[in-house]
């Protein structure tokens, strides 16, 4: 190469890059990327993250206007920083994405809804940021639709369509982030909106840290806000999440790996199902994952939803500090076996400081998208905590916990006589959900095959007659109350046991009933 050739290949390469602060630079439009939101840049903001990769890292910037794009892959020792009025736009073409190849990645027994599509990607990638006060709209409501189009036109294979619900199915529509087996991640401060499917969803990922996120996933069905899977050492603090589907939700769809050490605080969460959530998926473990300082309001399902039903060990959780308005359901923790060679193990679980107010209408009428309704006219439903026979859920500490339920039930609805509670089914193997039993005979807490709970300094309020007493024992061993207040409540026995064994009740004879 002559001298005037390499002349011109630095010129160009100064162009592209520029050094600050001792980092590289390279900005997408200095790559061909045009803004408007109708060129397709996927080309060229790949190839700015290609060579900022290939030149051992750097940032690839964003500038403000909004850029039309399919699938991107962010790769080794790169950050991708959208500047003010930035907006990746994702693109409603189905065939602008992509699928992530896992013939090297651990395989899951389950293989019915986890997409491998997603509008940025990275794979096998480390020490990976995503930044700015910019936006990523996955325009998922539009790419949806394409993709349920192109199906009934004969085009879009999608062998697991829901004719049922006529819509395509999770596998055939993107997410909006899909990282696989990365280490070294930091999200930060970005608005991120409109996935065709789950929001952010990481899988086998070590070492990150999500902040100060705005995330609204609305757009369509399945829109959850974020999917933790498999994960170790998590930061998820300062978000807002507004979801259609689970809030903040930890999966486990991998035996012999777990969600471990997990922090999530300071989030406030809209949901039409749960606000945070472990499963469903749930075929490895979850364990030591602290959750505190969380608002939850206008959420369908349960506040706080603990679910093993594939075999999943949960162990050493703590939740403290959740404040939950119109919301459904204040605690649901659940231990069944829906899939995998045997139960799991709920264990060790401690919820202090919450406080939850139910109402008696559904509480999320004002999304555009809903979850699922019960399928039945009901009572409003207890908090519960429910194992199956011979595999009890251990040792639960519920500590100033006050929650104020509407009252309103009707004997006339479903009526459970204290002498036959054999009547409420197990569902060993059904769905795990808040109202998966069906009408429950407590309108406080409903406990079930559980050993060593305990609760201290409980408040539970009525705004109206309830006749259910407030708690239900049920084949459990070792419980104590310790600071017991009823408001509202009527005269009859508040506290029914039957087969309990070991009972600490430090209150009123005339207000336990003990069934043989």
């Given amino acids: 190469m002559n001298i005037f050739r390499k002349l011109l290949v630095l010129f160009l390469l100064m162009n592209f890059v520029y050094v600050s602060r001792g980092e590289s630079k390279y900005i997408v439009t200095d790559f061909g990327a045009v803004p408007g939101g109708k060129v397709l840049n996927t080309k060229a903001i790949q190839k700015a993250i290609d060579l900022a990769s290939a030149n051992g890292g750097g940032v690839v910037i964003v500038p403000p206007g909004t850029f039309l794009t399919g699938c991107i892959q962010l790769k080794d020792h790169v950050e991708l920083h959208l500047e003010k009025d930035a907006v990746l736009l994702g693109s409603t073409s189905p065939y602008d994405y992509f699928k992530v190849e896992r013939e090297l990645l651990p395989q899951s027994p389950k293989t019915d809804d986890n997409s491998e599509l997603g509008l940025v990607l990275a794979v096998n990638a480390k020490n990976i940021s995503l930044t700015g006060q910019g936006t990523i709209d996955g325009q998922g409501l539009a790419l949806a639709l394409a993709a349920d189009s192109l199906h009934h036109a004969g085009i879009l294979v999608d062998k697991n369509y829901n004719y049922r619900r006529m819509r395509p199915s999770e596998l055939v529509r993107p997410k909006l982030f899909r990282f696989l087996q990365c280490e070294g991640i930091t999200i930060k401060n970005l608005r991120l909106t409109n996935s065709a499917n789950w929001g952010l969803s990481f899988d086998l990922c070590r070492n990150m840290v999500l902040d100060s996120l705005k995330i609204t996933n609305r757009a369509y069905w ?43 605080a300071n989030c406030t969460v809209r949901s039409s199902a749960s606000a945070v959530k472990f499963g469903t998926g749930s075929y490895g473990g979850f364990k030591n994952v602290t959750i505190e300082n969380i608002n939850v309001f206008d959420t369908f399902r349960s506040a706080i939803a603990i679910e093993s039903v594939d075999g999943a060990q949960i162990e050493n959780i703590r939740v403290n500090n959740i404040v939950a308005e119109n919301t459904g359901n204040a605690i649901f923790i659940r231990l069944g076996h829906r ?21 008696f209408g559904r509480p999320d009428i004002d999304y555009d998208l809903r979850g699922p309704e019960v399928d039945f006219f009901h009572n409003p439903f207890p908090a519960s905590i429910v194992g199956i026979p011979g595999h009890s859920i251990e040792n639960v500490v519920l500590e100033n916990i006050e929650i104020t339920y509407p009252g309103r039930a009707s004997k006339g609805m479903a009526y459970i006589p204290l002498s036959d509670l054999d009547r409420v089914p197990e569902q060993v193997e059904k769905y795990p959900e808040f109202s998966m039993l069906g009408e429950l005979p407590a309108w406080g807490f409903y406990v079930r095959h559980a050993r060593e ?17 407030a708690f239900v024992f049920d084949d459990v061993q070792t419980v104590a109350i310790d600071k017991l207040e009823l408001s509202g409540a009527g005269a009859h026995p508040q506290i029914v046991l039957k087969g309990v064994q070991d009972a600490n009740m430090p209150i009123p004879e005339n207000q336990i009933q003990t069934i043989q």
């Fill in 222 to 264: 399945n829109n959850d806000g974020m999917d933790i899977t498999d994960c170790v050492n998590v930061r998820i603090t300062n978000c807002n999440v507004d979801a259609a589907d689970d809030g903040i939700c930890l999966k486990s769809y991998h035996p012999g790996q777990a969600n471990d050490s997990i922090y999530i």
């Fill in 339 to 359: 899939d995998g060679e045997k139960p799991g193990v709920v264990r060790n679980i401690h919820i202090s400081n919450m406080n939850v107010q139910v109402p």
């Fill in 453 to 469: 709970i305990q609760f201290k300094n409980i408040n539970l309020k009525l705004e109206a007659p309830d006749y259910r007493p």
